[in-house]
């Protein structure tokens, strides 16, 4: 069993930074991959980014790509998600998952943990 706890969220201008965190409980976190995940409002669910279970490879969604940086800190059980250079249409419920394996995914299947989620918003 995983529990996850995001926080970080807030209001942020466009251009601005964010750094979200998500706390995860359970002695498995640490071979699992991570992911972030979003959803807008009026939108489905999309992939953020991932990161495999030791933090050497990631892999982004092509939106978010040389804005948000993912990392991860096996011996405290925590994920980052960097975000830069904030645009409006970032804004989102941002989630935290764990995945049911060790290299990363960015199919939301094979997530077995979600967090509650964090409000990202973002203004012109």
């Known amino acids: 069993q995983v529990q996850l706890v995001e926080s970080g969220g807030g209001l942020v201008q466009a251009g601005g930074s964010l750094r979200l965190s998500c706390a995860a409980s359970?002695?498995?976190?640490?071979?699992?991959?991570m992911g972030w995940f979003r959803r807008a409002p009026g939108k489905e669910r999309e992939f953020v980014v991932a990161?495999?279970?030791?933090?050497?490879?990631?892999y982004y969604a092509d939106s978010v790509k040389g804005r948000f940086t993912i990392s991860r800190d096996n011996a405290k059980n925590m994920v980052y998600l960097q975000m830069n250079r904030l645009k409006p249409e970032d804004t989102a419920v941002y989630y935290c998952?764990?995945?049911?394996?060790?290299?990363?995914?960015?199919?939301?299947?094979?997530?077995?943990?979600w967090g509650q989620g964090t409000q990202v918003t973002v203004s012109s």
């Open positions: 998952a764990a995945s049911g394996q060790g290299e990363l995914t960015m199919s939301a299947p094979w997530y077995e943990y």
């Open positions: 359970g002695r498995t976190f640490s071979s699992r991959a």
């Open positions: 990161i495999n279970w030791t933090g050497g490879r990631t």
